[in-house]
């Protein structure tokens, strides 16, 4: 709708409501006036009941669609002047047309613009609503006290339908207006509105306000059992809890479940510890410090120590990676779990029924599920791939001779931090990316840090350019890619794919049994997350939406206290404050919102930044490179998101999570003491930096002049 419509409508329900206000038309929807005029008013409905009742139901639209006060006398009277039933009709069609009124008024004036402001604080809501959104209002529509015009007014903001909104409104409105007009009948008796809080009437308002819990019980109760409508419930449980997958979701999912003396059996197809020990996190971290003592042993002369020619072992370099996985292995080991008390199976878990699960041809029963089967490097479907023996961040470590030209498609964390790793290592690198830059997801200025430093590390880097096909050449391959407009090749000796990763769900069974999953194929799970069938659960990088080990542990704590004691009390995970950081060098770290995701979600903010080549620790170091960057609403010192590009912005983010989980702002931050001299003192400056841009300046001039007097 066109601004001047919307002003118009505003000046109407302006005037209206002026006017209501100015001629004092409150008076009479007052109880004193109604009761002195009820033998009056009741004449009136014996000489013409429809013009009386068309007339009273005309007004009370125009009191609800106003929001003004009155509505709740109005219920009264209407029980005393048509009775019961009749009463009943009236409010209940009147109310809700007035009702819904409200709502589109406030759809009309106020969503947009509320939404783009407020959109990263309302988007909760907003998929609450769109979920739930019967329930939710139906339950405050029970609750007769509650101010139903502000439900009016704020559901007209969110997403829910208009006739939808109408429906739920009435039914919801129908039990609390039954009594309000069953009390009205009896309106020759009230003096006042305490009147009417009668103990048969106050337990009628208790029974109302749980009643939505009833309800909710009740469609939980009744959608569970339409889930497992065909299974047979075992009589007994061999397990209270299975999880399927031993990586960082898994393993913790089982041990919060031995911590709570629950009998729990994981079962593991692979390797225990998954990929983050075997293929992801460990060995890609030891590579990559193998990497930077390279390269800082090539600038050593810049600290004014001269070194010979450094000579890269790339067989030993690849051998101290397995030398890790084996020292961190006990960690996740069957040894160590089984002393824990969780039962460990080696096998492929096929999932038969909501509390059956089938390994090594043993049928296990048990009165949860977690599926905790994490993901695998995505093998994008480019012509001529299967022509080329390509590594994937799986593979990649069986590596003992350094490749010649190494093809690294893709400019995701993965493929920027193992290009610039293996090109430290003296491993000529082509990294092939479709984006205008890496590192997409972050802003540009982070991206871009990265990427000089990527080329600055000898990383032939060519983005803008998609994949075409792949054909061999020789005893070589040659990658086809179409860049600005033109089709360019390129020669090469091994691929490494790094374009995303594919959640592990085929062979568990669940498609036999309706358990869904997302287009980018990670399993559909609730807030609690759990699948749409009761008691299997989904946790870590097979359920998403955050592919991160840390991610994954996090949602296991849901996972396995939601499976297990779920039925008294159920947790909606919760991912407000959720860092990452891609390791390259310098290292990007983030929490919270980027510029450009304020952006999208048009939420207002400034941002304060301080660059790192101001800090005392960093010019001494040599890592002068990125800055500390944090958003906050502007005037405010809340926290909306902050970035790190530098040396170690993995571990200096951690300030930043600690206070926007805990609440506190820029302002504590800079009255906390930071040891000196520190890389964490950048933490502290950029919140030095909010305060002098946000200085208050009236009492500052004060300020000023005070010290002028005193000076005389």
Known sequence: MKLSKKLLLLIIIAALIGAYFAFDLGQYLSLDYITSQRDALQQRVADNPLVTGLSFFLIYVAVTGLSVPGAAVLTL????????????????????????????????????????????????????????????????????????????????????????FYWVSQLGMLPGTFVYVNAGTQLGQIDSLSGIVSPSLIGSFVLLAIFPLIARSVMNLIKRR??????????????????????????????????????????????????????????????????HIAHNARQSDRFGITTEKVNVDF???????????????????????????????????KILDPWRVEVNGEILTTRNIVIATGARPFVPPIDGIDQVPYHTSDTIWNLREAPGTLLVLGGGPIGCELSQAFS?????????????????????????????????????????????????????????????GDTHSLVFDTLLLAVGRKANTESLGLEALGI??????????????????????????????????????????????????????SFKVDYRVLPWTTFTDPEVARVGLSEQEADEQGIAYEVTRYGLDDLDRAIAEGHTAGFVKVLTPPGKDRILGATIVGAHAGELITEFVSAM????????????????????????????????????????????????????
């Not at 406030?106 to 309302?122: E, T, Y």
């Open 77 to 164: 009277l209407a029980g005393a002047m048509f009775g019961l039933w009749f009463g009943l009709l009236l409010v209940s069609f009147a109310s809700s047309i007035g009702a819904t009124l409200a709502f589109l008024a406030s759809r009309i004036i106020l969503r947009d613009s509320v939404q783009r402001r407020f959109g990263d604080s309302l988007r909760t809501i907003n998929k609450g609503v769109e979920r739930d959104g019967p329930f939710y209002l139906f339950g405050l529509r029970l609750v007769p006290l509650f101010p139903f015009f502000v439900i009016n007014l704020v559901m007209g903001l969110t997403p829910m339908k208009t006739l939808r």
């Open 226 to 291: 339409r889930a497992l409508k065909g299974y047979k419930r075992p009589a007994r449980f061999d397990q209270n809890m299975v999880v399927i997958g031993a990586g960082s979701g898994g393993l913790v999912t089982a041990y919060i479940a031995a911590a709570t003396k629950a009998k729990v059996t994981l079962i593991e197809k692979h390797k225990m510890g998954g990929d983050c020990l075997n293929t992801g996190c460990v060995p890609s971290k030891t590579l990559i410090k193998s990497a």
């Open 315 to 349: 067989r030993a370099v690849m051998e101290r990676i397995q030398t890790a996985i084996k020292t961190i292995e006990p960690h996740d080991s069957i040894e160590r779990y089984t002393d824990l008390g969780v039962s460990c199976i080696t096998g492929e878990a």
């Open 424 to 484: 430290r290592l003296d491993v000529p690198v082509i990294q092939v990316d479709r984006s205008a830059r890496v590192l997409p997801r972050e802003d540009e200025d982070a991206a871009l840090i990265v990427q000089q430093s990527l080329e600055d590390s000898g990383v032939d880097l060519r983005t803008n350019a998609k994949a075409v096909r792949f054909e061999q050449d020789g005893d070589r391959y040659r990658l086809f890619y179409e860049q600005d």
């Open 516 to 569: 869904e999953c997302n287009p980018n194929g990670t399993v559909t799970v609730d807030e609690t997350l759990q699948t749409r069938m009761p008691g299997i659960y989904a946790c870590g990088d097979v359920a998403g939406p955050y592919q991160f080990t840390h991610a994954a542990a996090h949602q296991a704590w849901y996972a396995s206290v939601n499976g297990l004691f779920g039925t008294f009390k």
């Open 661 to 712: 989980k805990h609440g506190y702002g820029l302002n504590k931050i800079l009255g906390t003491i930071h040891v000196y001299p520190t890389l964490s003192e950048a933490n502290k400056f950029a919140a030095g930096n909010w305060k002098k841009a946000n200085a208050p300046e009236r009492a500052l001039r004060f300020l000023e002049k005070f010290h002028s007097w005193r000076r005389g």
